[in-house]
C-alpha cells in the first residue's frame, strides 16, 4: 500500500538532488517539457515574491532508495533547476548568479552545463531566496508502478491539462500505447530509454522556432514539421502521436477505423469492446513486426520526396501553396503503401512515376469532413493505390522480408544518432576507416580501434546493448573537412553530422560491399572474445542513407566479459579505456 509523506524541501536541496542523479522522468506517461518561456518567467517571479507555487509529487523509486520519479511538477521543476544554471532570464531580463551558488557554479566549471552571459544579474538576497524557497514536495513510498499511474492519471483528469492524445497515452500503460509512443520517438527524433535523468530531458524536448529553451530537438528538422504534415505547435500536443495511433489501428486491427476522437478514445479505453479488439489484434500481429513495416514504408515515402528535386511532400500533395497540415491524407498514403507493399508484395521500382502519382494528390481525394467516415476512407486509400500503382513493382516474399524486417531505416540511423548525444556509454560514432586527407588512405589503427571499443561496449553489462557508426562523426572540424576532401555534403542530424563511407569506397576504388568486408575481416581476424565477435559479425548492416552509406555495427547484451586477447577494455563516459588494474577488471566482472 502506498504511503504519502509530505516532504517540504528547499530549491537548494533540490538542485542537489538533480545535479545527484535522483531525479528521474518516466516517458511511459510523462510529456515533454512543453512550456513557454513567460510561463517559466513568471514562475521564477512567484519565487522571488515568496508567493506560493503548486505543489510537487514524486514517488520513491523502489529498486533505487532515495531517488525520485516525478509524478506532477515536471515543468515547475526543470524551470526552476534551469534557471539556476542560467537556462533564460526573469521578466527584467536578469539571469541568476552563480557566483553566489558554489554548488551549481562547480558544476558548471566541471561542464556539466554551460553558463550563459547576461547583461544583468540578480542580487545575493534574490539568490538566497530562490535557494531557500520550500517546495511543498509530497513523496510517496511504497507505491507500486500501477499507483504511480494511477495517481497521474486522476491528476491530469482533474486539471485538463493534457492535450487529447497526452491523456490517453498517459492514461492506460499496453502494449498499443508503448507500441505507439516508441514509433512516434523515433520519427520525431527523441528516441531514449524509457526512464531518464531529469537534466536528460531537453535533449529529448522539442524546440519551437518562435520560442528557442536550448532544446537537442528541432521542430522544423522533425520529421512531421520538416515535410509540412504538421505545424510545430502541433508536435506540443503530441499530434504526430495520434496519427500514429489512427495508422496503427487501422493496419493492425484489419480494418479501417472512423478518424475521430470518439474512435480513438475507445481504442484507449482499458477494458473496451475496441480496445480488447486491437490488443489482440496486436498479439497475433506482432508490435516490432509493425514498427518494421511502418517505418519502412515513411522511409519509402522520404525517397520518394528525394527523387529528382528535392520536394517537401507538402509541396508534392498541394497544387497551391499552403501551410495547412495534413496529418488524414499523410495517413491515407501510408496505409496505401502498406497494403501495396506488405499485403500486396510490390516494392516502389519507379520513385520518379511515384511522385507523379502523388502530385496534386488533395484535389483527387476527398478531403472534407466526410472524408473521416470508414467509407470514404477506403475510397481515398484506394484512389492513391492506382495513382501510384505504376511505380510499383511485384517482389518474392524471400526478397521482401530482409528489406523490411530487421533492418535500418534512414529513421533508424537519424534515432541511433540522436540517442548517443544521451547514452555515451553505449554508442560510438567514426567518421570512416580511411585517414581524412586528399588521398588519404585506410588509416592502420582504425580496426583496432572499433575492435576495442566492441569489447568495451559490450562489457557495459548483461541487459546493455550497444551500436558503432560508421560514417558518422561530433566534430565541425571532420564535417568540413569531409566536405573539402571528397566534395560531400554532410547532413546534419541533431549535433552529429553523417558524412557517410561511400566518399571512401570511392576514394579507394571499391565497391561499398568491399569496403564493408574491410570492416568485415579486421574484425574477424581480431582477438576480439569469440562470443561476441561472432554476434557483431552477424549483426553489421548497411544503410544507402541519402546516398551517403552508414554502417551499423550492432553489440547485443553479452552474458560474460569480453576480452581483446588477454586484454579487458571499458566505456568511461564516451571514451573507450583499457582496465589497468586487478579490482577494475573485477568489477566490470561482477556486472555479469
Known sequence: MAELVSQPTSVQSVYSWYREDKLYVNRRYQRKLVWTLEEKQKLIESILRKYPIPAILVAEKEDKPGTYEIIDGLQRLHAILSFIETAFPTLDNRHFALEYFPTAKGRADEGAFVPTAGVAYLMPREVSTILDYSLALSVMRNSTEAEVNDVFDRINTYGHRLSDQERRQAGVQDVFSTMVREISCALRGDVSLTVLLLYQMPSISVDLPMSRHGYQVHADEVFWVNQGILRSTDLRDSMDEQCIADIAACIVGGQLIERSKDALDEIYSAGSAESERI????????????????????????????????????????????????????????????????????????????????????????????????????????????????????????????????????????????????????????????????????????????????????????????????????????????????????????????????????????SVDKYITILKDGVRKSKLSSHVRDAVLSNMKFN???????IVVEIPAQKELSYVGDEVYWRNGDSTELATTPKRIAELAKRF
Open 279 to 510: 490488443l489482440a489484434a496486436l498479439d497475433v500481429y506482432g508490435s516490432h513486426k509493425f514498427c518494421d513495416e511502418l517505418k519502412f514504408c515513411v522511409d519509402e515515402l522520404l525517397k520518394v520526396c528525394a527523387d529528382g528535386h528535392k520536394d517537401k511532400l507538402r509541396d508534392i500533395v498541394f497544387t497551391k501553396r499552403t501551410t495547412n497540415p495534413f496529418p488524414s491524407v499523410f495517413a491515407n498514403v501510408i496505409i496505401a503503401f502498406h497494403e501495396i507493399t506488405i499485403k500486396e508484395g510490390r516494392v516502389i521500382s519507379d520513385y520518379a512515376a511515384v511522385k507523379k502519382g502523388l502530385s496534386g494528390l488533395s484535389e483527387r481525394i476527398g478531403t472534407g469532413q466526410k472524408a473521416t467516415a470508414v467509407e470514404e476512407r477506403r475510397k481515398n486509400i484506394n484512389t492513391i493505390k492506382g495513382l501510384v500503382g505504376t511505380g510499383f513493382v511485384s517482389i518474392s516474399r524471400d526478397k521482401l522480408q530482409p528489406k523490411v524486417y530487421a533492418n535500418h531505416t534512414a529513421i533508424d540511423i537519424e534515432s541511433i544518432i540522436r540517442r548517443s548525444e544521451i547514452e555515451l556509454g553505449g554508442y560510438e560514432l567514426k567518421q570512416g576507416l580511411c585517414k581524412l586527407e586528399k588521398g588519404g588512405k585506410l588509416d592502420p589503427g582504425i580496426i583496432e580501434k572499433i575492435v576495442k571499443t566492441i569489447c568495451a561496449i559490450a562489457n557495459n553489462g548483461p541487459v546493455s546493448y550497444g551500436k558503432l557508426l560508421v560514417g558518422v562523426t561530433d566534430k565541425d572540424a571532420d564535417a568540413e573537412r569531409a566536405r573539402e576532401v571528397d566534395k560531400v555534403d554532410p547532413m546534419k542530424v541533431g549535433k552529429r553530422f553523417v558524412v557517410g563511407v561511400n566518399r571512401e569506397a570511392k576514394r579507394l576504388g571499391l
Open 544 to 550: 544507402a542513407f541519402y546516398g551517403l552509406g552508414v
